[in-house]
């Protein structure tokens, strides 16, 4: 069997298509691939002078291709949330969450990302003080399952 075309129906809204995106990026390999075809890596990393060099590095590499990059579309950043009514609460409930990390995705090499814990307030500063330190247009919160009841 060969494949001779692929078709998507209906058509997508965006042009040339939808904002493509690197998973999880931790290299400046993977940002610098993402470059080429204007993809967007998300960054999960604690480490904002990464974040920042990763955008730095990646508007140089876009250039070369032609691409030129809006600051803030570099990449997206976010980590894990959890947000509950108080701090203490939300560090209650990533217990669960790090057994399941130091157990599962650990042991694979996929280290712990970048947490944001807390009460919305202490969310929104922390929010507040990446954008402030790295210029970020879009956030990925990884929310984990089964901590929330479906209310």
């Given at each position: 069997?060969r494949v001779?075309?692929?078709?998507?129906?209906?058509?997508?809204?965006?042009?040339?298509?939808?904002q493509?995106?690197?998973?999880?990026?931790?290299?400046?390999?993977?940002?610098?691939f993402?470059?080429?075809?204007?993809?967007?890596?998300?960054?999960l990393?604690e480490?904002?002078?990464?974040c920042?060099?990763?955008?730095?590095?990646?508007?140089?590499k876009?250039?070369?291709?032609?691409?030129?990059?809006?600051?803030?579309?570099?990449?997206?950043w976010?980590?894990l949330?959890?947000?509950?009514?108080?701090?203490?609460?939300?560090?209650?409930?990533?217990?669960?969450?790090?057994?399941?990390?130091?157990?599962?995705?650990?042991?694979?090499?996929?280290?712990?990302?970048?947490?944001?814990?807390?009460?919305?307030?202490?969310?929104?500063q922390?929010?507040?003080?990446v954008?402030?330190?790295?210029?970020?247009?879009?956030?990925?919160?990884?929310?984990?399952?089964?901590?929330?009841?479906?209310?």
């Open positions: 069997m001779e075309e692929i078709g998507i129906k209906p058509r997508p809204y965006q042009r040339p298509h939808p493509l995106y690197g998973d999880f990026t931790a290299s400046m390999t993977t940002a610098k993402w470059a080429c075809y204007v993809g967007r890596p998300i960054v990393a480490d904002l002078y990464l920042w060099t990763i955008c730095s590095v990646y508007c140089d876009a250039a070369t291709h032609g691409h030129d990059i809006a600051p803030g579309d570099e990449a997206g976010g980590g949330m959890i947000c509950a009514e108080t701090d203490a609460e939300a560090q209650a409930q990533f217990a669960d969450v790090k057994w399941f990390w130091d157990n599962w995705p650990e042991q694979f090499g996929q280290g712990m990302p970048k947490l944001v814990v807390g009460s919305p307030d202490t969310l929104c922390e929010i507040e003080a954008a402030n330190a790295v210029p970020i247009n879009e956030c990925f919160l990884l929310i984990p399952q089964g901590l929330h009841t479906r209310d």
